[in-house]
């Protein structure tokens, strides 16, 4: 099956710092997005991105699916934003696979 | 919309026990998904429906496990009987199409001791 990698696996910041977070996959997608696991437990769907560039407020994303890579930017950190960020994808039906996440920690 | 749905929140049980997880998928939506979340394994699909019909349960870990989609707005996952290694949270989610973002609910915990 297919193999998602995401980096870094944890990330600590300081509020108000700028982070890119990095999903690499094995295979070409038809399907992928972005989840964030708040502290509890719910997942928030934050972009589905197969390809191209998304924003929302704080949020971007870009997904180069020639080169099988997806990157999440999150700018001007709160905490708020603290939790495990998922990269998800599929390569054709509905079948998402989930990376192993980038555990985000916000610090005031 | 009230999002997806799920019940109940926390559900502790003993070993053997019969274990019954409902989730009710955002109206219109016509794909509905279960997934399992443990520290060891991550987030894994079980099954998956279309309009109602399971079309993937490859992920499915055995014979314990069974679900149901009766009608478009309520789907069941069954374990029976239940299984210390079976504790972890289950989560539906929901779409409208693979062309979009899917929806979760907030997970059933489940422990089973």
């Known amino acids: 099956g297919i193999q998602v990698e995401q980096s870094p696996p944890d990330l600590i910041l300081q509020e108000g710092a700028n982070s890119t977070l990095r999903c690499n996959f094995s295979?070409?997608?038809?399907?992928l997005q972005w989840f964030h696991q708040n502290p509890w437990g719910q997942l928030i769907n934050l972009f589905y991105?197969?390809?191209g560039t998304k924003q929302n407020g704080r949020l971007s994303a870009t997904t180069v699916a020639t080169e099988r890579y997806s990157l999440l930017y999150i700018s001007s950190s709160q905490t708020t934003d603290s939790g495990v960020y998922f990269c998800a994808v599929s390569t054709g039906g509905s079948r998402l696979t989930f990376g192993e996440g980038t555990q985000l920690t916000v610090n005031p | 919309d009230a999002g997806v749905i799920q019940s109940p929140r926390h559900e502790v049980t003993e070993m053997g026990q019969e274990v019954t997880l409902r989730c009710k998928p955002i109206s219109g939506h016509d794909y509905l998904f279960w997934y399992r979340q443990t520290m060891m394994r991550g987030l894994e699909l079980l099954i998956y429906?279309?309009?109602?019909?399971?079309?993937?349960d490859s992920g499915m870990p055995e014979d314990r496990f069974s679900a149901k989609m009766p009608n478009a707005s309520f789907s069941t996952l069954k374990i029976q009987p239940s299984e210390p290694r079976d504790s972890a949270v289950y989560f539906c989610?929901?779409?409208?199409?693979?062309?979009?973002?899917?929806?979760f609910g907030s997970g059933t915990r489940l422990t089973v001791v």
């Open positions: 429906f279309n309009n109602n019909v399971p079309i993937d």
């Open positions: 989610a929901s779409s409208s199409s693979t062309a979009y973002g899917y929806t």
């Open positions: 991105i197969p390809s």
């Open positions: 295979d070409s997608v038809n399907n």
